[in-house]
């Protein structure tokens, strides 16, 4: 069984800050790509911010929040922490955690894309003035 829970969303003014962050509960015994994704009402699921961590690892990050977001812990197999900075009202989703093992996310280029194996529920992020 794989569990993957996110926390750590909430309600903020447009330039604020939000940490998330996410815990992966498994016995599988390979490694997992981990990456945020968000969704709003009625529109889809998109890649935000996500570890690739084979041929040493790198992070990847949608055009919209480069800069802005960083991937400020990472731990495949347990934690993938997001830092949100000067937050916008288009950044207003709900935020998904989501996990693979390698075999599954097998190139850089599906970290933001998918498929992936597992998901959380999800945390809210609301940027309102």
């Known amino acids: 069984q794989v569990h993957v829970a996110e926390s750590g969303g909430g309600s903020v003014h447009p330039g604020g800050s939000l940490r998330l962050s996410c815990a992966v509960s498994?016995?599988?015994?390979?490694?997992?790509?981990m990456a945020w994704f968000r969704q709003t009402p009625g529109q889809e699921r998109e890649g935000v911010a996500g570890?690739?961590?084979?041929?040493?690892?790198?992070?990847y990050y949608a055009d919209d929040v480069k800069g802005r977001f960083t991937i400020a812990e990472r731990n495949p197999k347990n934690t993938l922490g997001l830092q949100m900075n000067d937050l916008k009202p288009e950044d207003t989703a709900t935020y998904f955690c989501?996990?693979?093992?390698?075999?599954?996310?097998?190139?850089?280029?599906?970290?933001?894309?998918?498929?992936?194996?597992?998901w959380g529920q999800g945390t809210q992020v609301t940027v309102s003035s």
């Open positions: 989501a996990a693979a093992p390698h075999t599954t996310c097998a190139s850089w280029r599906s970290v933001l894309t998918g498929p992936y194996d597992y």
């Open positions: 498994t016995d599988d015994p390979y490694y997992y790509c």
């Open positions: 570890f690739y961590s084979s041929g040493g690892g790198a992070y």
